[in-house]
């Protein structure tokens, strides 16, 4: 529970999941995320969170997209609920490990997917009930992309020099899951994991 909120979460190996997109409007110690336009989002560089389109309708199905300055929050106890953490790049590494083992090498990408909600067919089979759902992401332009086409989720661990966050993306089109650094000023969907 955190924000007056209770989410499903999933155990998948070894670690205890998130089964949706964080929401929270708040960090840990009841400090506010300020909410931004998409805008007014690429010149922060600070946390912030904004909504899908600038619509609070995704909210409920799709959660928040924060920037890579969410996700590393230390001062208010960060941004997931006491117990839970934004994965760093071991704990994705340690879920990528379990489904290789699983026999998912060439198809981690369809088996978190979600059911529905996917563009062109391309839905996945949520084998292990992960549910990812297609956030979209708010790029440094300001505008929205992506909406129903990827799920892009966030890693606490960040490039050497720190001008990347590096993420997990999932497609409509592909039955994988990729690695990628983006900018911290972009905005993207956030799991849990339990510590």
Same mark, same amino acid.
């Given at each position: 529970s955190m924000d007056?909120? $209770?989410?499903?979460?999933?155990? &998948? =190996?070894?670690?205890?999941?998130?089964? #949706?997109?964080?929401? @929270? @409007?708040?960090?840990? $110690?009841? @400090? #506010? &995320?300020?909410? #931004? @336009? =998409?805008s007014a989002f690429p010149d922060l560089t600070s946390a912030a969170r904004t909504q899908y389109n600038n619509s609070s309708s995704y909210v409920n199905t799709r959660g928040y997209l924060y920037n890579g300055y969410a996700t590393v929050d230390e001062e208010h106890g960060g941004i997931c609920p006491s117990g839970w953490h934004v994965p760093s790049e071991v704990d994705w590494m340690a879920l990528e490990v379990f489904l290789v083992g699983e026999g998912h090498a060439a198809t981690m990408g369809e088996v978190l997917k979600s059911t529905s909600g996917w563009n062109a067919n391309g839905n996945g089979t949520d084998l292990y009930g992960f549910n990812a759902k297609p956030g979209g992401i708010c790029w440094p332009d300001g505008n929205f992309y992506n909406i129903n086409n990827v799920a892009n989720l966030s890693s606490s661990t960040w490039n050497n020099n720190f001008s990347a966050m590096y993420l997990r993306t999932l497609d409509y089109d592909g039955d994988q899951m990729g690695r990628q650094g983006y900018w911290p000023v972009s905005g993207h969907s956030i799991r849990c994991v339990k510590e």
């Open positions: 007056g909120y $209770d989410y499903a979460v999933v155990a &998948i =190996g070894s670690q205890c999941w998130f089964a #949706e997109n964080l929401r @929270t @409007t708040v960090f840990q $110690d009841s @400090t #506010e &995320i300020p909410l #931004e @336009t =998409g």
